[in-house]
T-cell receptor, first 116, second 114 residues
């Protein structure tokens, strides 16, 4: 069965420092991978996705993520964190072969705190 | 992209009552999804709603508790029936247009059952 793991409940980083939010996945086929962000009292917003091609994908608000097939990881990164990046981040996976459709599985979420 | 309007944005309900949440999309979509997000937790898929067929429920969710309607390609409703405090959550509507595209979400309905 497909699954997503976000090993860190919370990540703390100082403003201006690089940030990494970790994600590993388990699917039987080639995964479609996504990152979403949720600000307080808001719905989820799409950040970036990996479908195929270049392993490094760039997304909204300066975020990027690297797909590593051998490590089954899709870590979210940003070179210089902003206080406004503080939010809840979700990694998500879709297995186009075995879901039988569009079902997306979400990780538990990682709360990012960026301190000024 | 798709713009999703979800109503109500929040509600406080008495236990034993039911609440119907509406989800309106600004374009026609094949598949609509309903998720539950309990406080501080991840999203759990409740069911997938396709127009013209019965919704497909995930393990742990049943139609009697969460009846869903999908009368056309732009609208769906989720009803939370016979509510208890354990149903207090954020309920989110989501749509997809293709396997390789991202999902779009409504703003969510924050439900508190007292």
């Amino acid at each position: 069965a497909q699954s997503v793991a976000q090993p860190e409940d919370q990540v703390n980083v100082a403003e201006g420092n690089p940030l990494t939010v970790k994600c590993t996945y388990s699917v039987s086929g080639n995964p479609y991978l996504f990152w979403y962000v949720q600000y307080p009292n808001r719905g989820l917003q799409f950040l970036l996705k990996y479908i195929t091609g270049d392993n490094l994908v760039k997304g909204s608000y300066g975020f990027e993520a690297e797909f590593n097939k051998s490590q089954t990881s899709f870590h979210l990164k940003k070179p210089s964190a902003l206080v406004s990046d503080s939010a809840l981040y979700f990694c998500a996976v879709r297995d186009p072969i075995n879901t039988g459709g569009f079902k997306t599985i979400f990780g538990a979420g990682t709360r990012l705190f960026v301190k000024a | 992209s798709a713009v999703i309007s979800q109503k109500p944005s929040r509600d406080i309900c008495q236990r034993g009552t039911s609440l119907t949440i509406q989800c309106q999309v600004d374009s026609q979509v094949t598949m609509m999804f309903w998720y539950r997000q309990q406080p501080g937790q991840s999203l759990t898929l409740i069911a997938t709603a396709n127009q013209g067929s019965e919704a497909t429920y995930e393990s742990g969710f049943v139609i009697d508790k969460f009846p869903i309607s999908r009368p056309n390609l732009t609208f769906s409703t989720l009803t939370v029936s016979n509510m208890s405090p354990e149903d207090s959550s954020i309920y989110l509507c989501s749509v997809d247009s293709a396997l390789n595209t991202e999902a779009f979400f409504g703003q969510g309905t924050r439900l508190t059952v007292v």
